[in-house]
């Protein structure tokens, strides 16, 4: 509205009461849980999101319905029986909106281990409805991947294109582990992102069950396929 006024040439005058406050640090901690790999069990493909959210809203788009999209991902393996090759962890990060220790914390903790990371997912874009996935990923890798993008296509999700990544997933792509980036329609994310506006009854079970199916594919697929897939010289590491 105020764009539009003032493409019409009306003045406005805006009155704007701030409540922001900085507080001391305090503890928290990440929750990460897995299922371990038959073969290879000390090779992790990861996903995951944020679990706190901005203070004036419930957080259910950013990032509750996407940490909850990813945690069910895995919760439909466990269920079917489905072990992959690889270990697949799923990770709630603490921080992301105030300084992304979180993610720092979780490279951290995996240490020389993040060599054995074989692609990270970050969904940090709201559960509207799925169009696929962006990857840090060579061309070689690319290309695989849209045959995994393939599979997604019955419930909309079958785009794979480069320039994958996130905040949470930073500091693992620093340090040469592939990224990918769960994509979605984004009609209203921004209507709601940061506001009061992002509650629950924003949340269309139909879209967060076409989420869930997507990550859990995809996060599958590369826990269980026989290679790795390798990030491109000249993807964006860290974005």
Not at 31 to 37: A, F, K, L, T
Not at 46 to 58: F, L, P, Y
Not at 148 to 156: I, N, T
Request: glycine share 16%; with cysteine; charged share 25%.
């Amino acid at each position: 509205m105020i764009a539009r006024l003032c493409a019409e040439g009306e003045p406005v005058k805006l009155h704007l009461e701030m409540g922001a406050e900085m507080l001391p640090d305090a503890d928290s901690g990440d929750v990460i849980g897995e299922i371990p790999g038959r073969e290879k069990p000390e090779e992790v493909v990861v996903i995951g999101g944020h679990i706190d959210s901005w203070d004036v809203g419930q957080g259910a788009q950013d990032d509750g319905a996407s940490i909850m999209a990813c945690f069910e991902a895995l919760a439909l393996m466990h269920k079917l029986g489905l072990q992959p090759r690889r270990t697949i962890r799923v990770a709630f990060w603490v921080n992301e909106e105030n300084g992304g220790r979180g993610g720092e914390a979780y490279r951290t903790f995996v240490g020389d281990q993040v060599q054995n990371h074989v692609a990270a997912i970050e969904m940090d874009g709201g559960a509207e409805a799925p169009l696929g996935f962006g990857a840090a990923a060579d061309h070689n890798s690319l290309e695989m991947l849209k045959q995994v993008g393939k599979l997604l296509e019955r419930v909309g999700a079958g785009e794979i294109a480069g320039d994958g990544g996130g905040a949470d997933i930073a500091p693992l792509m620093r340090d040469g582990v592939p990224g990918l980036a769960e994509r979605t329609v984004g009609t209203h994310y921004f209507d709601w992102h940061h506001s009061e506006a992002d509650t629950l009854d924003k949340v269309n079970p139909e879209d967060f069950r076409k989420n869930m199916a997507a990550l859990a594919v995809m996060g599958y697929v590369l826990a269980d396929m026989p290679g790795r897939i390798t990030i491109g010289g000249g993807g964006k590491r860290g974005q």
